[in-house]
């Protein structure tokens, strides 16, 4: 059974983004041997060959979309695939996923927002819609399949720690689809439910992509519980005794590797 753990880096990524600033790229920069170690440390209990993809591309979301293209091109040399974001660190208490988790399934992690339309008001009220929010992700989703006439769920599907064996891994063909679903999201925002507000935000996202296939395709896949994708941000700021894999999104990996 030949099994990868891959991430990707690039420490020149534009600073146009929320989750590009530069707090965030130089905490990166900073830690980058630490958050290299765990994995590779993570790799060798798993029994796994571990990589580091470190690639020239410079645009946050085209670089999102590569980790899923990637994802799809090891399954053609390994059994099982586990891609982590760059930002996640294994635990040394971390059991082996690859043993705890059907790999014959896609697993992910699953966020849920209420879509029902008070939900929705108090949102625009509040004046927090932005294109990167999980709401507003969750909306871009529903509304592609809405066009394909399907009734979509409120899931959306975190990346971040995105686990597979290479059968199911090659159902998905999201690289063969891209084209296809940039087309569906175009066409999504100007013939869609959601409010204007709310449309005019949706953008080109490998996770509204990936939950859009999931659903559509009515994919074999598994959820994969908290403790594997720990997101540790403004509503979550310290980990708890269950997490495994944490997914530090703000960044402060002082308080993981400075103890």
């Known amino acids: 059974m030949k099994r990868i753990i891959f991430s990707i880096f690039n420490d020149n990524v534009d600073q146009n983004h929320n989750s590009t600033n530069h707090y965030k790229l130089s905490q990166f920069n900073k830690y ?3 958050l290299i170690k765990c994995k590779e440390e993570y790799a060798i209990k798993c029994k796994a060959d571990f990589f580091l993809n470190e690639i020239d591309i410079t645009d946050y979301d ?3 979309f590569e980790k899923i293209i990637r994802f799809e091109k090891y399954a053609s040399d390994y059994d099982e695939v586990l891609y982590l974001d760059f930002d996640v660190v294994p635990m040394s208490k971390a059991r082996n ?13 699953p966020l849920k927002r209420d879509l029902k339309h008070n939900k929705l008001r108090n ?3 509040a004046g927090w819609i932005d294109g ?10 529903k509304a592609m399949l809405l066009l394909e006439g399907i009734n979509g769920n409120d899931l959306l599907y975190n990346t971040g720690v ?3 064996n290479s059968e199911i891994i090659k159902k998905i063909q999201f690289t063969e689809q891209i084209e296809y679903m940039n087309k569906l999201l175009d066409e999504s925002k100007e013939d869609t439910l959601f409010p204007e507000q709310v449309s005019t935000k ?6 509204v992509y990936m939950s859009y296939l999931i659903e559509r395709d009515n994919v074999p896949h598994v ?8 997101i540790i941000d403004d509503v979550q700021s310290h980990p708890t005794s269950t997490g495994e894999l944490l997914h530090y999104i703000k960044k402060e990996f002082e308080t993981v590797f400075d103890i």
């Open 223 to 230: 959820d994969l519980t908290e403790n594997w994708n720990f």
């Open 97 to 109: 996923i690859f043993e705890c988790v059907d790999t014959s399934k896609i697993a992910m992690h």
């Open 202 to 207: 949706f953008f080109y996202n490998n996770e």
């Open 162 to 164: 995105t686990l597979g």
């Open 123 to 125: 949102a625009l009220n």
């Open 132 to 141: 990167q929010n999980v709401f507003t992700k969750t909306c871009a989703k």
């Open 62 to 64: 085209s670089l999102q």
């Open 32 to 34: 980058k041997p630490q």
